[in-house]
């Protein structure tokens, strides 16, 4: 019997849990990680610092041009995003990005750029991509796709302690605005908005502990997988 690699997909609503599963799915089973959101809260951060117009797609065109996005394997063996060779981890997931990310993925330039360079990235297979289109969109024809939901307090409880964690203190009802903004934007933007793609199986981590979610979404990984010769 021998293992095939496949391309996972994991879409669903924000803070349910999808990059913490995808992280450790992967480095289970060797496979790449790659976080679309981290890609699209990138490209949020240089259009905040070099002020560029989201009404003008000449001005849209020209800052992707000059944008390089990259992860990178950090020593301590955590996958980190790099914007045009600086770590912007950190940066990218503080809150003036946050609040500004669903609004800059509505743009179809900036998807477009995005969407070519996470095909490329999943071409050779064995990855596990996180992100709102990514069974519907990037890879349609991806082995296993999943869909993640959660109780929208959980999912605010779980984003606060998240942030806690980088010493960021936000208030709950600040980040269940957050949460519930971009949940608003990414399922009713025009291009390739948020929704279930119709063979992805849907995981509620409500009442789930991550162990249980990544042990669920490893159990059906190996079902794909296995090739019996
Ligand atoms: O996964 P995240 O919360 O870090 O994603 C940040 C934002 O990026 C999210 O609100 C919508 C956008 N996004 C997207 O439009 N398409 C993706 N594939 C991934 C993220």
Known sequence: MNLRKIVIAIDGYSACGKSTTAKEVAAIL???YIDT??????????FIDHHVALTNPKEVNR???????????????????????LNVEKDIRKMRVSENVSQVSTLKEV???MVEQQRRMGKEKGVVMDGRDIGTVVFPQAELKLFMTAD???RAFRRQRELLDR????????????ILQRDKIDTTRTESP???ADDAIVIDTTHISIDEQVDEVIRLA???MMVIR
């Open 30 to 32: 060797g496979f790449r």
């Open 37 to 46: 959101g981290a890609m699209y809260r990138a490209v949020t951060l240089y």
């Open 63 to 85: 800052a992707l041009q000059q944008i390089n996005i990259s992860f990178k394997v950090t020593k301590n063996n955590t996958s980190e995003t790099f914007l045009n060779g």
């Open 111 to 113: 998807r477009v750029a």
């Open 152 to 154: 929208m307090l959980v």
């Open 167 to 178: 010493n960021q203190l936000v208030d709950l009802d600040d980040v269940m605005d957050n």
């Open 194 to 196: 948020l929704r279930k």
């Open 222 to 224: 190996l079902s794909h």
